[in-house]
Nanobody
Framework: QVQLVESGGGLVQAGGSLRLSCAASGRTFSGYAIGWFRQAPGKEREFVASIRWSTGSLFYVDSVKGRFTISRDNAKNTMYLQMNSLKPEDTAVYYC??????????WGQGTQVTVSS
């Protein structure tokens, strides 16, 4: 059974930093992409960033480029999202997900990130 478990959310002031972690278990993710999504109150879930597990190819939504960095530790089967220069508009529940061929099949439970102004 595949499990994705996020951690690292919290409350931070604008301009601050947080690092989210996503621990994956239950299968190997070779060939998969692992991504971060977020959902703010009253808004649809949006893509934030992803990394292809095997190749390390990175993708970011424009609004976080230069501020967020996605990475993975193959040995620990864990993915990270380093978030710097946080803004109030980054406030959301952040979810990690795993998918293949553009379909996101597995989801974590989410972790709250709140950025105060």
């Amino acid at each position: 059974q595949v499990q994705l478990v996020e951690s690292g959310g919290g409350l931070v002031q604008a301009g601050g930093s947080l690092r989210l972690s996503c621990a994956a278990s239950g299968r190997t993710f070779s060939g998969y992409a692992i991504g971060w999504f977020r959902q703010a109150p009253g808004k649809e879930r949006e893509f934030v960033a992803s990394i292809r597990w095997s190749t390390g190819s990175l993708f970011y939504v424009d609004s976080v480029k230069g501020r967020f960095t996605i990475s993975r530790d193959n040995a620990k089967n864990t993915m990270y999202l380093q978030m710097n220069s946080l803004k109030p508009e980054d406030t959301a529940v952040y979810y990690c997900s795993a998918g293949i061929a553009g379909q996101w099949h597995y989801w974590g439970q989410g972790t709250q990130v709140t950025v105060s102004s």
